[in-house]
Structure formats: structure tokens, C-alpha cells
């Protein structure tokens, strides 16, 4: 079974920062586009950001200004570099990856207190 591996998630203060990061099996082919999702408690999943294999990058209107999609193409691996987190950005943040077909990580918690 193929399995994204997410990192970085944790507790920050508001105003602080995280930097999550997904690694991307290379059994894994024709990517088109990598994100990050995230669900916060009763709330549906929603879209964060995503980048294409054109570095062509997409964000949420609450992540913009704030928040940065990168990829590191020799270590196939995307991350989310999260600046100024608020409160309400606490959430399981997911890495998803498309091609062929679809994937997500097991989901990693982004927590910042108030």
C-alpha cells in the first residue's frame, strides 16, 4: 500500500510558525499536482494549497500571504511553510498527490493556542 509520509505538525503559539513536510514515495508516478489539505474539528476537509509539476501554485484565500507550497523534486518531496498561524489554523493537515490516481497521508495535527 502505498503510504505518504507526513512530518512537521506540532504546538506553536499564535503568531508562530511550522513547516510541514510530505514525502513522496517514488513508486508514485506522473505526478501532476501536489497539496496540502486541512480539517479542523467538525469541519469538512478543505483545500490549503497545492503546486503543479510547473510550480504552478494554488492557495486558499486563508493562506495567502502566509503560508508557502514548495517542492523538492530530487527528494520528491512537498512541503508547507506556515507563517503567522492563528488559532484558527488549527487543523490535521493532509498531503495529497495526483496522478493516475489520488493519495493522502495519514494527516498530521497543526495545534496554535491563543
Known amino acids: 500500500q502505498v503510504q505518504l509520509m507526513e512530518s512537521g505538525g506540532g504546538l506553536v503559539q499564535a503568531g508562530g510558525s511550522l513547516r510541514l513536510s510530505c514525502a513522496v514515495p517514488?513508486?508514485?508516478?506522473?505526478?501532476?499536482?501536489m497539496g496540502w489539505y486541512r480539517q479542523a474539528p467538525g469541519k469538512q476537509r478543505e483545500l490549503v494549497a497545492t503546486?503543479?509539476?510547473?510550480?504552478?501554485?494554488e492557495y486558499a484565500d486563508s493562506a495567502k500571504g502566509r503560508f508557502t507550497i514548495s517542492r523538492d523534486n530530487a527528494k520528491n518531496t512537498v512541503y508547507l511553510q506556515m507563517n503567522s498561524l492563528k488559532p484558527d489554523d488549527t487543523a490535521v493537515y493532509y498531503c495529497?498527490?495526483?496522478?493516475?490516481?489520488?493519495?493522502w497521508g495519514q494527516g498530521t495535527q497543526g495545534t496554535v493556542s491563543s
Open positions: 495529497n498527490v495526483r496522478g493516475f490516481f489520488q493519495y
Open positions: 517514488r513508486n508514485i508516478v506522473s505526478i501532476n499536482v
Open positions: 503546486i503543479t509539476k510547473g510550480d504552478t501554485t
